[in-house]
DNA sequence: CGTCAGTTGAA
DNA sequence: TTCAAC
DNA sequence: GACG
C-alpha cells in the first residue's frame, strides 16, 4: 500500500469517526515513540547551564545570572548594508604557542559526571575508531542518555505552580517568533515593527506598531528572573523567562482577519482539533482548494464555487488537498516566454562545430565572468561517451571547453589535436574513435580526463617572463593582483593546469603527453586569448607530484587559496601575494563590498552557457587520490563504492542524460538574442535563481514591493500549514518572490507576469489582484486561527511543525501551556533550553555583537592553533546587519602535515569556561573526526542575552565546498544544487561531485557515492556549474 | 505527473 | 525512522 | 506553486 494510499485510508479512517474518537486515534497514532523513547523523564528535566553542558564541559565553571532583558527583535531587512564594511576581521594576527594536535583520541571528554565514568570508563578506552560509525555512535548515545539522565536527574522538576501556567500573560504577548523565517522569510522583510497580540477574547487584534511595540510586549512576558539557572529549581518554572516576542512581520500584519470559516473536516497531516479551539481551529485544506482561486469567492468557501477546482475537491471529501490541479482552467493563457529550449538531437561533432563556429564570433565579445582562458592553444576532442547524441553534460563540458580558450576538435583527428579529453571506459573509447589499442593514439597526445580541465579553474595565472621555457612549474609567480589591474592583456599570462599524467584517462597512457612532444603541444598554439580577470588566486606551487603511479595525495596543492584571498581588491601596487606555502589563514575578508564592476545582468545572462554534466568517469582507478579521507562516514552504509563500477557510471550518465534535457536552451546561439534591441528582457527569464546575481541591485527599491510584501505574507502562512503540499507551495512562493524581486519595472498585466520566470498562472493572479485591489484575499483564507499559535510554538527552538501541531492537538495554545506540559506533552533536551530562552533565541544579533564575539572565539581558537583557519559564515558573510546566529568554520591546511583534529573538543572546552559558550544544543557524532557540526548557546558576557552559534568544521580540502554551503542564503544554495542536479552533479558541503545516483526509491539513499570534482575552492564550483562569480553579499535569494 | 538540496544529530 | 535544523 |  502506498503511503498516500495509507494516508487516504487514513483520513477517511478520521473522517469517519466521531470528533472525540480523532484525537484519540491520532494520539495513539504518535505515542508510540514519543513517548516510551525517551531515556529520562523529561519532566523531571531541568535545564541547566551546568547540566546542560557536556563531556568536555567543565562542571565547574558557573557563569550565572541572566538578565533577560535583550530587546524585542526587530527584523531588518535582509540588505546587506555593506555599509558597515563587511569583514574586516581576518588576519588577526595569530596568537603563538597554540599547540597544535591534541593527542590521542582517548581523551575523550569525560562525561563529566563521576558515576558515569564508572560505567562508561571501560568502553572509552576503547578507541571509537575499532568501532564502525554506527557503533561508534550507538555507544556515544548510551554514553550521553547516561549523562543525560545522571545530571538532570539531579535537578529538582520544574513545574510551573498553578497559577503560573494559568497566567495568560503569554497569550496575551504571543506573538509570532520569526520561526521559519529562519529559512523562509525573506530578507527584505520589512523592519518588522507589528506585533499581534491577542486579546483576551481570543481576538487577534494587529497593533501594529513601531519598535517600541516591541518594548511593550515585554509587559506580557513572564520573564526573566527565573532563567538564572541556579534559582529555577523546582518552583519557577525553569523555562520561562525569555519569553519573548520577536513579532513576525510578515505576518502580523494583517492580523485582523479572523473570519472563522467553515471548515470542512479533513486535515492533511492530521492536526486535529483536539479541543475547541478558542480559535476557531480549521482544519482547512478544502478550505485551501478553495483558495486556490485567487480570488475566493466572497460568501466564504463553500458557496459560490468557480466550479472547477471546487467540485472536485469536495468529491474528494476533503479528504485532502491534493493537488487541485485536476481541474486545469486555464483561463487567461499567456503568452508564455519562458517555455525554454528545445531539446536537440545533436552529435557531438555537430555540437562542437556548431560552438567553434559561433564561438569565435560572438564569445568573445561578451567576455563573463571569470573565464580564464587557460586552455588556450589547447585542441581538445573530447569525447562523451556517445558519438550519437550530446547528451547536456557533453555539451556543457563542451561549452567549458570553449569558454575557457579551448580549441574544440569536433572529430578524432591525430594531426590536428593536442589533448584527448574523455571520462569513458577505454575499450568504449577506442572503438568510438576506431581504434584498436590505445598505443595507437600519437604518444604526444595525452588522455585525460575531465578532472584535468577541472584542474584549470583554479590555477592561478602566472606571467609569462620572458623565459618561455623555464615555465615549468617551480617559478611560478603569483600575479594575483597584478593580473587584476591590467585585465586586458592576458597574453602575457599563462594558465598553468594540473600535469596532465595526473589526469590520465587510461592508466596504459599516463605518459603520454610528457615527453617533449607534450611540451611542444602545450607551446603551441596561443591565440584566442580573452580577456578575464578576477582570478587572483594565489598559488604556490601546486601539488606537482610525483611521478606516474603516485598519487599526489596529500601534497595538497596549496594552490587555492582562493577563496579567500579571492577578490583581493586591487590594492593595486601592492605586492603579490605570496602564500607562503601553506596557506593564508588570513581569511582575507570575505566581503568586501567588491565592486563586482562588469556583469551586466544583460552581459550575464548573454554570456551564460550552461555547461554539461560530467559523466562520471569510469575511472578505473582513481589515478590522482580519490578522497583519502577517511573522514566521510556514510549515513546509509549501503553504500556501494562507485569508482569500481564502470557500469554504474554509465547509468549515472544514462540518468543524467535523461533527466537532465535541460537548461541549456540550446546551442550558444542562443547567446545572441538576449538582448534583441533595447527589449529589456535583460533580468528575467530563464536560468536558474543562482544563476544571477542578487542582492546588489536590491538596494534601490524595488518596483513591485508591494506584490512582493503580500506574497510574503502568504507565504509565511502556507509555511505554517501541515501539509507536504504547502510545504512545496512555500518553495514556489520563494522562487516566485525572488524573481519579482529582480524583476526592474512595475508589472502591469497578468501576461507579463506570468512571463517572469518563477511566476505562474496562479501567482500571476494574485499579482494582478495585489495591483489592482492593493490587497490579497486569499490571505485572509489562510490565515486560520492556528496560525498564530503554531507560529509561536514554532519559535521554540528544537520545535518545528509536527510537534507544533502535535502540541495544539493536545490542547496546548499559548507557551504557559507548553511550559506547563498540557496535554501531558514532552518536551526533548534541545526544546526545553528552547523554551527556556524563548526570547533570546528568537532576537536577532545585531551585526557588530556577532562580530565580538566571533573575535573572541576566534582568539581563543588560534591560541589552541595558531595555524587554524577561521572564518565567520552565514548571513554575517553575506552582509547582513543582524544575525540569526552565529555561524563559524574552522578547517586547517594541511601542508604541514597536521589537521585540526581535536581542536573542536578544545575549543568547546575554553569557551565553556570563559563563560562563552553556556549550553550546547547539539554534540558532533565523533569530535576526532575532521568534520563536525555543532550547536549550542552563546553570550559575549554575563549579562549579554544568549545567542545561538554553531560551529562546522571540515578537511581543509571541503573549504570551498563548505564556504559555499554555509554563506548560503539556504535558497541560493537550493538553487545551485538543483542546478548542480540538472547537470548531472551532486553538490553538498563536502563538493561537487559527479556519478551520484540515488535510490530512485529513497533518494537519501546513495548507490553510489560519485566522484569527486571539485571542492577546494568556492570559484572552482560555481564555474564549473556555470554560474557567475557572486560576492557573498550578492547571494542572497531569500 | 513527477520533482523540487543534501546533509547531520537527537530521540 | 522521523523530525528539526543548518 | 512552477515547471518539464
Ligand atoms: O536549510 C538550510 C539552512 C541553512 N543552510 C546554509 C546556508 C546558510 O547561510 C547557512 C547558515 O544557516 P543559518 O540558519 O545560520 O542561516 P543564515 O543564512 O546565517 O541566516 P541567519 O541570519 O538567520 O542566521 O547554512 C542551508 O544550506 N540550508
Ligand atoms: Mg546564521
Known amino acids: 500500500m502506498s503511503e498516500l494510499e495509507f494516508y487516504f485510508a487514513e483520513q477517511q479512517a478520521i473522517m469517519n469517526m466521531p470528533e472525540e474518537d480523532i484525537t484519540d486515534y491520532l494520539a495513539r497514532r504518535r505515542r508510540s515513540r514519543a513517548d516510551g523513547s525517551y531515556t529520562f523523564d523529561p519532566d523531571s528535566v531541568i535545564v541547566d547551564n551546568d547540566t546542560s553542558t557536556l563531556s568536555y564541559a567543565n562542571p565547574s565553571t558557573s557563569h550565572r545570572r541572566t538578565t533577560s532583558v535583550s530587546g524585542v527583535s526587530k527584523h531588518h531587512s535582509e540588505t546587506p548594508q555593506h555599509a558597515e564594511t563587511p569583514q574586516e576581521h581576518s588576519r588577526t594576527p595569530q596568537e603563538p604557542g597554540g599547540l597544535p594536535q591534541e593527542c590521542s583520541p582517548v581523551n575523550q571528554p569525560s562525561h563529566a559526571v563521576a558515576h558515569v565514568d564508572a560505567l562508561v570508563g571501560g568502553k572509552r578506552q576503547t578507541n571509537k575508531h575499532d568501532l564502525s560509525p554506527r557503533m561508534r ?112 512581520p510578515s505576518t502580523s500584519h494583517h492580523a485582523q482577519g479572523k473570519q472563522s470559516a467553515p471548515d470542512l473536516p479533513e486535515t492533511p497531516r492530521g492536526k486535529e482539533p483536539a479541543i475547541p479551539p478558542p480559535l476557531a481551529y480549521h482544519r482547512r485544506s478544502t478550505v485551501a482548494d478553495c483558495s486556490n482561486i485567487t480570488t475566493p469567492p466572497r460568501s466564504g468557501p463553500g458557496a459560490s464555487v468557480p466550479e472547477t477546482a471546487r467540485a472536485k475537491t469536495l468529491s474528494t471529501t476533503g479528504v485532502r488537498r491534493n ?23 545533436i552529435t557531438p561533432l555537430e555540437y562542437a562545430e556548431r560552438l567553434q563556429a559561433g564561438f569565435s564570433e560572438q564569445a568573445v565579445k561578451k567576455k563573463k ?45 591525430p594531426a590536428e589535436i593536442s589533448h584527448i579529453v574523455t571520462d569513458a571506459d577505454e575499450r568504449v573509447f577506442l572503438r568510438a574513435i576506431g581504434l584498436k589499442k590505445l598505443s595507437d593514439i600519437p604518444q604526444h597526445i595525452p588522455t585525460v ?68 612532444w607534450g611540451e611542444v603541444a602545450k607551446l603551441r598554439a596561443e591565440k584566442g586569448a580573452k580577456k578575464d580577470q578576477s582570478t587572483s588566486k594565489v598559488r604556490s606551487g601546486t601539488g606537482q607530484c610525483a ?104 547509468y549515472a550518465t544514462a540518468r543524467a542524460e535523461r533527466d537532465a534535457e535541460m537548461f541549456k536552451v540550446d546551442g ?69 518572490i525572488a524573481a519579482l524581486r529582480k524583476y526592474p519595472t512595475r508589472i502591469k498585466s497578468y501576461e507579463e507576469a506570468v512571463a517572469i520566470r518563477g511566476v505562474g498562472s496562479k501567482t500571476a493572479q ?107 559564515m552565514g548571513s554575517f558573510r553575506r552582509g547582513k546587519a543582524d544575525c540569526g546566529d552565529i555561524d563559524v568554520l574552522i578547517t586547517r591546511p594541511t601542508d604541514d602535515g597536521k589537521t585540526h583534529q581535536g581542536v573542536l573538543r578544545r575549543l568547546l572546552r575554553e569557551l565553556h569556561q570563559q563563560g562563552i559558550i553556556t549550553e550546547d544544543l547539539c554534540l558532533p557524532e565523533d569530535f576526532d573526526d575532521l568534520e563536525l557540526v555543532y550547536r549550542g548557546l552563546c553570550r559575549k558576557d554575563a549579562n549579554s542575552p544568549r545567542r ?7 578537511p581543509w580540502k571541503s573549504r570551498g565546498a563548505a564556504l559555499l554551503y554555509y554563506t548560503g542564503d539556504d535558497i541560493f544554495n537550493r538553487s545551485l544544487r538543483l542546478k548542480a542536479n540538472k547537470m548531472g552533479y551532486s553538490l553538498n558541503q563536502r563538493g561537487l561531485y559527479a556519478g551520484v545516483i540515488r535510490n530512485p526509491s529513497d533518494k537519501r539513499q546513495k548507490l553510489d557515492n560519485g566522484q569527486l570534482i571539485a571542492s577546494e575552492s568556492e570559484r572552482e564550483i560555481l564555474d564549473i556549474l556555470g554560474v557567475p562569480w557572486q560576492e557573498p553579499h550578492e547571494r542572497v535569494r531569500g
Not at 211 to 231: F, G, K, L, R
Not at 469 to 496: F, H, I, T
Not at 823 to 835: A, F, R, Y
Request: with cysteine; aromatic share 6%.
Open 369 to 413: 565572468h571569470s573565464d580564464k582562458p587557460f586552455l588556450k592553444g589547447k585542441r581538445i576532442f573530447y569525447y562523451g561517451g556517445d558519438l550519437n547524441y550530446a547528451g547536456p553534460q557533453t555539451r556543457n563540458r563542451m561549452d567549458i571547453i570553449t569558454r575557457h580558450g579551448g580549441t574544440l576538435v569536433p572529430k578524432y583527428d
Open 668 to 736: 550558444p546561439d542562443n547567446e545572441s538574442m538576449p538582448v534583441p534591441n533595447g527589449v529589456r528582457r535583460a533580468v528575467v527569464q530563464k536560468g536558474f535563481l543562482c544563476d544571477d546575481k542578487g542582492g546588489a541591485q536590491r538596494l534601490a527599491a524595488c518596483p513591485n514591493q508591494d506584490v512582493i510584501d503580500k506574497l510574503q505574507e502568504l507565504k509565511s502562512l502556507h509555511a505554517v500549514k501541515p501539509s507536504k503540499d504547502d510545504e512545496w507551495r512555500v518553495l514556489g512562493y520563494n522562487k516566485a
Open 323 to 345: 493537488n487541485g490541479n485536476a481541474t486545469k482552467r486555464v483561463t487567461t493563457k499567456a503568452v508564455k516566454t519562458k517555455g525554454k529550449g528545445k531539446k536537440e538531437l
Open 766 to 872: 494574485k499579482i494582478m489582484e495585489i495591483i489592482e485591489t492593493g490587497e490579497l484575499r486569499r490571505i485572509e483564507h489562510e490565515r486560520t486561527g492556528d496560525v498564530e499559535v503554531i507560529q509561536s510554538f514554532l519559535g521554540i527552538y528544537g520545535v518545528g511543525l509536527d510537534t507544533a501541531f502535535k502540541w495544539y492537538n493536545n490542547g496546548c495554545r499559548t507557551l504557559d501551556d507548553i511550559a506547563a506540559r498540557k496535554g501531558g506533552i514532552k518536551l526533548s533536551t534541545e526544546q526545553k533550553i528552547g523554551l527556556k530562552y524563548y526570547k533570546d533565541i528568537n532576537t536577532r544579533i545585531p551585526r557588530a555583537e556577532v562580530e565580538e564575539i566571533y573575535n573572541k572565539v576566534k582568539a581563543t581558537a588560534l591560541t589552541i592553533d595558531p595555524k587554524l583557519f577561521i572564518e565567520i
Open 948 to 954: 545561538r552559534i554553531d560551529f562546522l568544521t571540515v
Open 137 to 248: 555512535k550507538k555507544r556515544r548515545r548510551e554514553e550521553e542518555a547516561i549523562n543525560a539522565s545522571a545530571d538532570f536527574t539531579s535537578q529538582a522538576p520544574p513545574h510551573l505552580t498553578a497559577a503560573e501556567s494559568n497566567r495568560s500573560s503569554w497569550e496575551g504577548s504571543l506573538s509570532v517568533p520569526s520561526a521559519r523565517s529562519i529559512h523562509s522569510v525573506s530578507p527584505c522583510e520589512q523592519p518588522a515593527l507589528s506585533c499581534a497580540s491577542e486579546d483576551s477574547a481570543g481576538m487577534l487584534v494587529d497593533t501594529r506598531q513601531p519598535d517600541v511595540s516591541a518594548e511593550s510586549n515585554a509587559e506580557y512576558s513572564i520573564s526573566t528572573v527565573a532563567q538564572t539557572p541556579y534559582h529555577e529549581p523546582a518552583a519557577g518554572s525553569s523555562e520561562n523567562c525569555n519569553i519573548a516576542l520577536p513579532a513576525d
Open 547 to 650: 611521478g606516474p603511479g603516485l598519487q599526489d595525495h596529500s601534497a595538497e596543492d596549496i594552490s587555492n587559496i582562493s577563496d579567500f584571498t579571492q577578490d583581493i581588491e586591487p590594492p593595486r601596487g601592492a605586492a603579490t601575494i605570496t602564500v607562503p606555502e601553506g596557506l593564508p589563514s588570513p581569511p582575507s575578508s570575505p566581503d568586501q563590498p567588491r565592486l563586482h564592476s562588469a556583469h551586466t545582468l544583460v552581459s550575464e545572462d548573454a554570456a551564460r552557457t550552461t555547461h554539461t554534466a560530467p559523466q562520471a568517469a569510469p575511472s578505473r582507478e582513481p589515478i590522482r587520490d580519490g578522497e583519502s579521507h577517511a573522514g566521510h562516514k556514510a549515513r546509509s552504509a549501503s553504500v556501494m563504492n562507485s569508482s569500481t563500477d564502470p557500469l554504474a557510471e554509465f
Open 449 to 516: 580526463k575531465w578532472s584535468w580541465v577541472v584542474s584549470g579553474f583554479d590555477r592561478a595565472p602566472v606571467r609569462r617572463s620572458a623565459e618561455a621555457s623555464g615555465k615549468g612549474k617551480a617559478r611560478e609567480k603569483a600575479v594575483g593582483q597584478d593580473l587584476m589591474s591590467n585585465v586586458e592583456d592576458d597574453e602575457e599570462y599563462e594558465y598553468p593546469m594540473g600535469h596532465e599524467f595526473e589526469h590520465a584517462a587510461f592508466k596504459d597512457r599516463i605518459d603520454a603527453g610528457r615527453t617533449p
